[in-house]
């Protein structure tokens, strides 16, 4: 199975800042992730197709990047409606497997 | 529109099953995988299983084989999702969902999700 570490598992952030958070994989995958942000009672939104596509819909601020077993999603300017949790996911082979999150916090 | 429509909230025993089912519209069912994803409390998404309706291709999280049932009937646009021997770790909401992952511009598509709640 594939192993996805996410770091960091949280951090905080002021309105404007770059963020960058990162998946890592156990092996090998292509660019087989994506990545979705997910607000509270809400299901996860997709941001981020095959580790660097844009979901039609997902401001420009958003951008991913990365192949085989290191991936990131960076927010070039946060935005107070970003202010969320960010999952990866890999589907590279089954079992797929999401990251354990990172939670962006206003500072 | 694709819509997908689970059934409603379930309180189990533990040792006991779940049966969720999920209800396509807006699309044929057989043309694309749905995938099961559940929800813990306080907890990140966790990824179940998925199944292609009326066709061979399913794959499983390691820690439900053995427990987890994924069926199909493409007569009614549904599938189904069982979840055996349940205990209380188990309580969670349970989404199905489809184009979760891929090339796709659209989607993905989730279920409106189903509270289970294991308690003795």
């Known amino acids: 199975d594939i192993q996805m570490t996410q770091s960091p598992s949280s951090l905080s952030a002021s309105v404007g800042d770059r963020v960058t958070i990162t998946c890592r994989a156990s092996?090998?995958?292509?660019?087989?992730l994506g990545w979705f942000q997910q607000k509270p009672g809400k299901v996860p939104k997709r941001l981020i197709y095959?580790?660097?596509s844009l979901q039609s819909g997902v401001p420009s601020r958003f951008s991913g990047s990365g192949s085989g077993t290191e991936f990131t999603l960076t927010i070039s300017s946060l935005q107070p409606e970003d202010f969320a949790t960010y999952y990866c996911?890999?589907?590279?082979?089954?079992?797929?497997?999401f990251g354990q999150g990172t939670k962006v916090e206003i500072k | 529109q694709v819509q997908l429509v689970q059934s409603g909230a379930e309180v189990k025993k533990p040792g006991a099953s779940v049966k969720v089912s999920c209800k396509a519209s807006?699309?044929?069912?057989?043309?694309?995988?749905i995938h099961w994803v559940r929800q813990a409390p306080g907890q990140g998404p966790e990824w179940m299983g998925i199944m292609k309706p009326g066709g061979d291709d399913t794959g499983y999280a390691q820690k439900f084989k053995g427990r987890l049932t994924m069926t199909g009937d493409t007569s009614t646009s549904t599938v189904y999702m069982e979840l055996s021997s349940l205990r209380s770790e188990d309580t969670a909401v349970y989404y199905c969902?489809?184009?979760?992952?891929?090339?796709?511009?659209?989607?993905?598509?989730w279920g409106q999700g189903t509270l289970v709640t294991v308690s003795s």
């Open positions: 092996q090998g995958m292509g660019n087989d």
């Open positions: 807006g699309y044929t069912l057989s043309s694309y995988h």
């Open positions: 969902a489809r184009s979760l992952v891929g090339a796709t511009t659209q989607g993905p598509y």
């Open positions: 095959a580790a660097s």
């Open positions: 996911l890999q589907h590279k082979s089954y079992p797929y497997t």
